[in-house]
């Protein structure tokens, strides 16, 4: 993934040109390739409170399971606008703790209660990045899901790049639904921005 952000002209038309060299193997565009457009911010039509982490006092809840974690809201580092939220583990669990949770570090920014239409499609969308050096994985949960329970989706090491998560076909069994924003199973940064949730288009 390459953010091309800064080297596209807005005045004029723009080609992307790929040069690809196959020596051996399984070498070459062997996948689909895309690009993305995406505006920045939230959604007007987001239901979920403190989407950009800006309000003070925020609507975000910290904890941690196990591990140490440091929580930061990060003004060096956000995707639009002033904030990030960043979650650092910076020391993983005992061995007891580990064992109970069955992963070595998990900490997690979280809303509850969120409110939303009992029976209706809902998709959440997300900018996440982590630190070079992040050795764990992203667990993106919404609770609440009538088919699934859980809608989930995970993310690992973006080497420092915004990546775009996005969960769709979300139906809430009840009126409210929880947003989880998970670091775990390993040491270093994850950032979380512009997080929406609004019902599917």
């Not at 091309?4 to 723009?14: E, S």
């Not at 764990?136 to 949960?141: C, N, R, V």
Request: glycine share 10%; with cysteine; aromatic share 10%.
């Amino acid at each position: 993934e390459v953010d091309i952000t800064g080297a596209v002209r807005y005045d004029r038309p723009n080609t992307v040109t790929v040069r690809v060299e196959d020596n051996a193997g399984a070498g070459g565009v062997w996948r689909r390739v895309w690009l993305v457009h995406s505006a920045p911010g939230i959604s007007k039509d987001s239901v979920l409170p403190d989407g950009g982490f800006e309000r003070e006092p925020s609507a975000w809840r910290k904890s941690v399971m196990c591990g140490k974690f440091a929580f930061e809201l990060d003004r060096q580092a956000a995707h639009s606008s002033a904030v990030s939220a960043k979650l650092e583990c910076t020391q993983l669990a005992a061995a007891e703790d580990a064992k109970k949770f069955r992963l070595r570090s998990w900490g997690r920014w979280y809303q509850t209660g969120v409110p939303v239409q009992k029976g209706k499609t809902y998709t959440l969308r997300l900018w996440a990045k982590t630190s070079n050096d992040f050795a764990g994985k992203i667990a993106i949960w919404v609770t609440g899901d009538a088919k699934r329970g859980t809608a989930a989706a995970n993310l690992v090491n973006t080497e420092g790049l915004w990546h775009r998560v996005v969960l769709t076909g979300i139906i809430p069994k009840s009126n409210t639904v929880g947003i989880y924003l998970n670091v775990q199973d390993g040491l270093g940064a994850a950032w979380f921005d512009d997080v929406e949730l609004a019902p599917a288009r």
